[in-house]
């Protein structure tokens, strides 16, 4: 990872922290040892070496994937197809894109 100088400020509005900001690669230049060396209790997931900050999801969000769980839970489990998770795996879609943050990032199941 190499660091640049601050960039300009073009106003007197709040900037980033820009010498923590320069410690970590650009976006697009991520990849997955940078991003499970993250340590945040943030959503935060990796796609395409960028780094995409997820929002807090809302309830009506909560109540449709439990729902959704359930529904898939309901017929895995009936047919003795597997196990079905609820959260907190990181799944390796492709090279430098990781889906579904977890906080404290060790591992990834590889679908890809």
Not at 6 to 23: E, K, R, T
Not at 54 to 67: A, D, Q, W
């Amino acid at each position: 990872m190499a660091t640049v100088g601050q960039p300009p400020s073009l106003s007197h509005d709040p900037q980033p922290a820009w010498d923590v900001a320069l410690l970590f690669p650009y976006q697009g230049a991520w990849d997955e040892s940078d991003y499970l060396s993250l340590n945040t209790n943030h959503r935060v997931e990796l796609s395409d070496g960028n780094l995409e900050v997820l929002p807090v999801p809302k309830t009506s969000h909560e109540l449709i994937v439990r729902f959704l769980f359930e529904l898939l839970r309901t017929f895995v489990t009936a047919r003795t197809l597997g196990t079905v998770f609820f959260a907190g795996i990181l799944f390796r879609i492709r090279p430098r894109t990781i889906r579904e943050p977890a906080p404290r990032r060790r591992s990834w199941t590889n679908v890809a």
